[in-house]
């Protein structure tokens, strides 16, 4: 391999319709020769704040700042140990300021990093932000969301069917800061194909956006157009928290020297083993001494004890037979009674539906398939009618020809049964009507 990975990407941020500051940092360097490209690879990273405004945000900047520089720094032999390295120094960094004053105690981030190199897709995580693959029409979750409804499912006190009735969302298990020493989770390296489209977010988006969703917006649409709709989608849906988002499109990727293993369903359950160790042993040589006295007794004239050993030697051998060890459960939390939530109509039913039995305990740790996108072009021409209104009411400066001509597009594009037509379409009515908007709240910022 001589040539680095043809890749196209683009990143967005923006604080919402509900915050006054924007807790959300996120990072993108990109090798600029195959050296520095085999050994590190592409990096890319997103990091959610949390301890008050200025405190969450500077907990994110520190590690999208720290980060990078560590991780291109480190003279590491694999690209796992350099990532493990790097979140260790950025926790370290955010711990070091927290000590220097006291109102930055306890201050913290999420952290998901996604690394492209000679040896494949590596990401490194804490915390509730995720890391998403798209391919063929499915969408991968690649992460293990560090959060209280993703432990109770793994531990199993609560199901993917009820667990936004038992547990609050957005209560997180693990970030990095508030303490020295951190959990991270390294997963990969993942298979990287041509066409396949990585996504890195933090959880604004995923709390108004599904997974089915974000599926058809990454497939239909290049980074730049499909990061905005992922974004004007969350805040027409309340955009209640900041919501930020990589998009990363692969056109072409030299062959893996050892070639990663794709995401594919797990293995089946292994068949149960036969019964053995000492146990059975202990039975077989009981059955075969109990058989060698039942013919020693009969020759001595005794048929009277022969048939007990006989009875013995034969109880022992079944025994041996069907003798299965008493499995060992591994140790639970004492489990308390459930108590529903009280109702909260910020709780989107389709957000516990992507949860669904397609949890595992592996990654990817959810799939969905995303080749259905007529929900979605339902909702987005919903969107741009509501908003449409809106600006006919409110006076907005919005070229309401071009509007009615979009909207004609995607009619057209969905008769003749091209949706990423007709998406694209929407995408762009629903951006210039969201840009009047974001002028009055205040300019949503670039990555």
């Not at 909702?379 to 071009?402: G, I, K, T, Y």
């Amino acid at each position: 391999m001589t040539s680095v990975p043809v890749v196209q990407y683009a990143s967005r941020t923006d604080v919402g319709m509900r915050r006054a500051a924007n807790q959300d940092s996120l990072a993108v360097r990109m090798c600029t020769d195959f050296d520095e490209w085999s050994r590190c690879g592409h990096l890319f990273a997103v990091a959610d704040g949390m301890g008050g405004h200025a405190v969450g945000d500077l907990a994110s900047r520190i590690t999208v700042s720290t980060l990078p520089l560590a991780y291109y720094k480190q003279e590491a032999t694999d690209v796992e140990t350099r990532l493990r390295l790097a979140i260790i120094a950025a926790n370290k960094a955010i711990n070091d300021k927290s000590r220097e004053n006291r109102e930055f105690e306890g201050m913290g981030t999420t952290c998901s990093v996604l690394s492209l190199s000679e040896a494949g897709a590596m990401i490194g995580h804490v915390g509730d932000s995720r890391v998403y693959r798209v391919r063929r029409g499915r969408i991968e979750q690649l992460t293990f969301d560090h959060s209280l409804q993703w432990e109770m499912i793994r531990l199993g006190r609560a199901t993917a069917e009820n667990v936004e009735l038992y547990h609050p969302r957005n209560v997180i298990t693990r970030c990095l800061g508030p303490d020295l020493a951190v959990q991270i989770d390294v997963e990969g390296p993942f298979s990287v194909e041509p066409e396949d489209v990585f996504m890195l977010c933090s959880d604004g988006l995923t709390n108004h956006v599904n997974d089915e969703e974000i599926g058809v917006i990454l497939s239909g649409l290049p980074p730049e157009k499909s990061s905005r709709l992922l974004i004007d989608l969350a805040n027409c849906r309340g955009g209640s928290d900041n919501s930020t988002v990589i998009v990363v499109h692969i056109e072409s990727y030299p062959a893996l020297t050892v070639r990663p293993p794709d995401s594919s369903p797990l293995p089946p359950p292994a068949a149960a083993a036969p019964a053995g160790g000492l146990p059975v042993a202990l039975m077989l040589l009981t059955a075969l001494i109990s058989l060698g006295l039942a013919g020693w007794t009969m020759f001595r004239g005794r048929p009277e004890l022969s048939a007990i050993f006989a009875i013995a030697a034969i109880a022992a051998f079944l025994l041996s037979r069907y003798f299965r060890p008493e499995p060992v459960a591994p140790p639970r939390l004492p489990t308390a009674p459930l108590t529903p939530l009280p109702d909260d109509p910020r709780l989107d039913p389709s957000m516990s539906s992507a949860l669904r039995s397609s949890f595992r305990t592996s990654p990817p740790y959810r799939t969905v398939d995303c080749q259905n996108p007529q929900e979605l072009l339902k909702f987005l021409a919903e969107a741009q009618s509501e908003l449409a209104q809106a600006a006919r009411d409110s006076s907005w400066r919005v070229d309401f020809d071009e509007l009615t001509q979009l909207g004609r597009q995607a009619t057209t594009a969905i008769q003749s049964e091209k949706p990423e037509k007709a998406i694209r379409a929407r995408a762009r009515a629903i951006e210039l009507l969201m840009k009047e908007i974001y002028q009055r709240r205040g300019a949503s910022t670039n990555g």
